[in-house]
Antibody, heavy 119, light 107 residues
Framework: EVQLLESGGGLVQPGGSLRLSCAAS????????MRWVRQAPGKGLEWVSS????????YYADSVKGRFTISRDNSNNTMYLQMNRLRAEDTAVYYC????????????WGQGILVTVSS | EIVLTQSPGTLSLSPGERATLSCRAS??????LGWYQHKPGQAPRLLIY???NRASGIPARFSGSGSGTDFTLTISSLEPEDFAVYYC?????????FGGGTKVEIK
């Protein structure tokens, strides 16, 4: 069974940092591109960042470029999102998700982790 | 970036009724559009990819159609578990973007 489990969320002050982790199991993690998607309170889904299966390709939404860094450790089946210089507008539930092998849609998602940026 | 506009914002229907949800793109996305179902406190679920392909395990009552800029998700007969928010997402050009969502609620 495919499972994705996010961790590392919580309350942080504006300007602070957090690192989210996404532990994957039940599939060949190193074969799949992965993605982070977030949902701010009362809002819709927003793509944050993507990473290729090998980790050599990384992509970011303009809203987080230069502040967030996506990475992965295929030996430990884990993806990360390092979030620096956090802003109030980064407050959201963050989901990690697996992309289909054949196209860029997310076929499995984690349950999400809440990040709150507030003083 | 491509903007996706979903309508209506809310759809009030009864179980057994047909639901028709719309997603319009600000420019052509070809057939590169998908649909997700999202319930509060749960992970989103991929329903349809590339306009009309049902994802693995998705019941046949869900169908997608359209191309270019206009797309439709149809639920032929609503089951109690279908009341949720539905999002479209394009993968055509630039960053992937989502629509604002359509909430399907019980009338």
């Amino acid at each position: 069974e495919v499972q994705l489990l996010e961790s590392g969320g919580g309350l942080v002050q504006p300007g602070g940092s957090l690192r989210l982790s996404c532990a994957a199991s039940g599939f060949s993690f190193s074969s799949y591109d992965m993605r982070w998607v977030r949902q701010a309170p009362g809002k819709g889904l927003e793509w944050v960042s993507s990473i290729t299966a090998s980790g050599t390709g990384t992509y970011y939404a303009d809203s987080v470029k230069g502040r967030f860094t996506i990475s992965r450790d295929n030996s430990n089946n884990t993806m990360y999102l390092q979030m620096n210089r956090l802003r109030a507008e980064d407050t959201a539930v963050y989901y990690c998700a697996r992309l289909l092998l054949t196209s860029k849609y997310c076929d499995y998602w984690g349950q999400g982790i809440l990040v709150t940026v507030s003083s | 970036e491509i903007v996706l506009t979903q309508s209506p914002g809310t759809l009030s229907l009864s179980p057994g009724e047909r639901a028709t949800l719309s997603c319009r793109a600000s420019q052509s996305v070809g057939s590169y559009l998908g649909w997700y179902q999202h319930k509060p406190g749960q992970a989103p679920r991929l329903l349809i990819y590339d306009a009309s392909n049902r994802a693995s395990g998705i019941p046949a009552r869900f169908s997608g159609s359209g191309s270019g800029t206009d797309f439709t998700l149809t639920i032929s007969s609503l089951e109690p578990e279908d009341f949720a928010v539905y999002y479209c997402q394009q993968r055509s050009n630039g960053p992937p973007t989502f629509g604002g969502g359509t909430k399907v609620e019980i009338k």
